[in-house]
């Protein structure tokens, strides 16, 4: 009788390999191998911490600005006054020493905002005068004190600038568009060396240039400043940059015999702006006031009266 064939199921109860079983040898082996992961327990599972309650963490920058402020006789002195800013008293300081203003002039104030300078400007030119405030981000300006937004090197601006002045010069009866400075320390002062009949010629030909050319503002302030990046050089370069572009809007607005203030970080690039200012101005100062904070690099030129019949290219360059 011949065999049966082994079928699928048969095969598969074939006999199961026996498992290897632990030897000496073996463990011994395997404890040299992985001594800790035989020999030390797992470590118990961490402890939860207590779950605390958020606070922002305060830098130590943040908290010395906080403690210069509130010891800051200046700003103490500030708030009482209703004033924007302790960057008033620095214009009050200067314009003690060098009598930038005087009652009805008209005033350009760039990047006027928060609006302490144009503040002080208010108070010394007086409702006979005018204060335009210039800045490219919207703020209310003080009270008495007109206010433009926008970029104050393009010709819409400075041709708002001039209607606005030219109306109310022409409102008030100073003489019209072309009038000079009646602050005693404009135009006049230009041929104050030269015979009477010499300087009135000078007088009438300034005259006719301003009016000519649209310069029609007394007093330019600047008191800009670019955010800090706690790198000097840069932060010297950027400050000389604004007061240029400030110095390019005096040239096309100020009036001959006007008056020019703007702030700046000290540094490499300040004599050139000076020598500069030489060229567009009668005399020029450099100060720091007393206002300013000792360990600050900042510092400001006065440019006072300006010269007649100089090229943008011969004040700039």
């Not at 204060?131 to 400075?158: C, H, N, W």
């Not at 209607?163 to 002062?189: H, I, M, N, P, Q």
């Not at 010297?236 to 240029?244: E, P």
């Not at 006072?304 to 090229?311: E, F, G, M, P, Y």
Request: aromatic content about 6%; overall charge positive.
């Amino acid at each position: 009788m011949s065999a049966r064939p082994l079928c699928a199921r048969s095969l598969f109860r074939a006999t199961p390999l026996p498992l290897p079983t632990s030897t000496p040898t073996t463990a011994k082996c395997a404890r040299a191998a992985f001594p800790l992961l035989l020999s030390t327990p797992p470590p118990p599972p961490p402890t939860p911490l207590p779950l605390q309650p958020h606070r922002p963490s305060s830098s130590s920058s943040s908290t010395r600005w906080r403690t210069r402020q509130t010891s800051d006789p200046y700003t103490k002195s500030s708030k009482l006054s209703a004033l924007k800013s302790r960057a008033a008293y620095k214009l009050l300081e200067i314009d003690a020493r060098h009598r930038l203003f005087a009652p009805g002039q008209s005033v350009v104030d760039l990047g006027y905002a928060p609006g302490s300078w144009s503040q002080v400007a208010r108070n010394r030119v007086g409702d006979g005068g005018r204060v335009v405030g210039i800045d490219v981000i919207p703020a209310m300006p003080p009270r008495g004190v007109s206010a433009l937004q926008g970029d104050f090197l393009s010709e819409g601006v400075q041709g708002r600038v001039r209607e606005f002045v030219r109306e109310w010069r022409g409102g008030k009866g100073r003489g019209g568009e072309g009038s000079v400075l009646e602050s005693g320390r404009g135009v006049e002062e230009v041929g104050e060396e030269a015979e009477e009949g010499d300087g009135e010629k000078r007088v009438s030909a300034a005259r006719e240039a301003d009016l000519l050319h649209g310069r029609v503002v007394d007093v330019v302030l600047s008191d800009m400043m670019m955010n800090t990046s706690g790198n000097p050089f840069r932060d010297h370069v950027g400050s000389i940059d604004l007061c240029m572009a400030a110095l390019t809007f005096c040239h096309d607005c100020l009036r001959t015999g006007g008056h020019f203030l703007c702030k700046f970080y000290q540094g490499p690039e300040d004599k050139d702006l000076e020598n500069r200012l030489k060229r567009l101005f009668e005399k020029v100062h450099r100060i720091k006031p007393d206002s300013s904070r000792k360990e600050s690099r900042e510092s400001y030129f006065v440019g006072l009266r300006r010269k007649a019949d100089v090229s943008k290219e011969e004040a700039l360059r």
